[in-house]
């Protein structure tokens, strides 16, 4: 049995999953830098207390 069928299927969703994870974080990461009310960043703000 040849196993390339498997093996693209197999890659085409990982494939598939990487890109909705990748525009998933892109738009959290848009709505949380156009809400006002949260910080930069964790780091920023640690920072900010020196």
Same mark, same amino acid.
């Given at each position: 049995?040849?196993? =390339?069928?498997?093996?693209? $299927?197999? #890659? !085409?969703?990982? =494939?598939?999953?990487?890109? $909705?994870? #990748? !525009?998933?974080?892109?738009?959290?990461?848009?709505?949380?830098?156009?809400?006002?009310?949260?910080?930069?960043?964790?780091?920023?703000?640690?920072?900010?207390?020196?």
């Amino acid at each position: 049995m040849d196993s =390339f069928p498997l093996i693209a $299927v197999l #890659a !085409l969703v990982t =494939f598939g999953a990487v890109i $909705v994870f #990748a !525009l998933r974080s892109k738009s959290k990461t848009e709505d949380r830098l156009e809400d006002p009310t949260t910080s930069p960043s964790a780091l920023a703000e640690s920072n900010a207390d020196k």
